[in-house]
């Protein structure tokens, strides 16, 4: 139970709502300590685990929240949104920043039910939504784009997203007053630095990533494993866990099996940037539903070429030739061919992630350029 003492009623009091503890502390820390510096009562409303102390040394509050976020129950999603409503009326909010889709499905329920019309929107991907081609995928991004931009759309509504595509996806045109676009999260350029290349060959690969199909992390270990058969001299390394709670994670007992012929699956890692150092290229073949991923931001602060593959949020990144190679999703052959291209050139390789570093710092791919974002869309709000 949160004892806290209540924001001063003369400050505006901004809401997060995001699904789990560590989603926010991993991700979005930097703007707390903004939101908090501009003289916001802050307070996480989310599913409480192992994080709380590290978000609230931003000066936030958190509160516990209990919602699970791979359920598709709609009856459990409006119990959800009739309780967080409550939340919101108690902390009295001003403005409700919703982060991820099922976080703005509910919590945008719950702020409309609230009587609370100043809500940012901020898609973080359209995962499974965004990532099908087929006819269930098409009609689903349709009927989300009906619920978010009617019943749970307000006059004060703001749209947050990390790539042009998924506005697009959403019926929103990106130079809309209304739509803000972010360079993901933001990365930290001082925490995450380039370092000397480690001697090749072998030319070492990392996917830092959680450990779910959707990454393509199998197409990722095909790719290497074709591409060694072919006589490249490369290594993958796999850093990450599967996420327990997402229908799409990889079983251990397969990346344990994996685990030989140049690839080895190292576990999660909590030193990120080490782990980059010690390799050549950044690899994420993924197959789509990204918002604009992490690990390609801290790859290419850390002055590593980039090897993703051409969908939503990898290809506004990296584009193909300058900051590494963008390949089709879903084919291993063509991961194979550019290991290959990287594995040939080594100057290539270090000129590629010199240019992702340039494009982190030029490119408003920083946590300060975000959070300045961010910042002023809380401005208009609160006025």
């Not at 004892?3 to 009623?9: L, R, Y």
């Not at 009906?146 to 749209?159: A, E, H, Q, V």
């Not at 150092?277 to 604009?292: I, K, M």
Request: glycine letters at 8%; one cysteine or more.
């Amino acid at each position: 139970m949160d004892t806290s003492p209540p924001p001063s009623p003369a400050r505006k009091t901004l809401v997060f709502i995001v699904t789990e503890d560590w989603f926010f502390a991993s991700h979005f820390l930097p703007l707390a300590r903004a939101a908090v510096a501009m003289d916001l009562a802050v307070a996480v409303v989310t599913r409480v685990r192992a994080h709380r102390a590290v978000i609230e040394a931003t000066g936030a509050r958190v509160i516990p929240f209990e919602a699970e976020r791979s359920s598709l129950n709609p009856m459990a999603a409006g119990y959800a949104a009739g309780q967080l409503a409550g939340i919101l009326k108690a902390l009295k909010a001003d403005i409700v920043h919703c982060i991820a889709l099922r976080a703005i499905l509910v919590g945008g329920t719950a702020a409309a039910m609230a009587g609370i019309p100043a809500r940012v929107y901020a898609l973080t991907g359209l995962g499974l939504l965004g990532a099908r081609g087929d006819a269930t995928g098409r009609v689903s991004r349709v009927a989300l784009r009906s619920l978010i931009r009617g019943p749970l759309s307000s006059r004060k509504t703001r749209f947050v997203f990390e790539n042009p595509d998924d506005a697009r996806a959403l019926g929103l045109d990106p130079a809309e007053t209304a739509v803000t676009l972010v360079g993901g999260a933001g990365v930290d350029p001082a925490v995450f630095v380039p370092r000397p290349l480690p001697p090749a060959p072998p030319l070492r690969v990392a996917l830092v990533a959680r450990m779910l199909w959707s990454k393509g992390v199998d197409t990722a270990v095909e790719a290497v494993r074709r591409a060694r058969a072919d006589g490249v001299a490369v290594e993958l390394s796999l850093y990450g866990a599967p996420d327990p709670s997402n229908r799409r994670a990889i079983p251990e007992a397969t990346l344990r099996d994996w685990s030989h012929d140049g690839v080895t699956w190292h576990g999660p890692t909590t030193d990120v940037a080490g782990a980059y150092a010690a390799h050549h290229v950044a690899c994420l073949p993924s197959r789509g539903g990204e918002g604009l991923p992490r690990t390609l931001l801290e790859a290419a602060a850390c002055g590593r070429a980039l090897l993703t593959t051409d969908v939503p949020g990898c290809r506004t990144l990296v584009r193909d030739g300058i900051e590494g190679c963008v390949v089709p999703p879903d084919d291993p052959a063509a991961l194979a061919a550019a290991l290959a291209r990287l594995a040939a050139d080594p100057d290539r390789v270090a000129r590629m992630g010199a240019a992702a570093r340039t494009r982190i710092e030029t490119g408003g791919f920083t946590e300060a350029a975000v959070a300045r974002a961010l910042g002023a869309v809380y401005r208009e709000l609160a006025a």
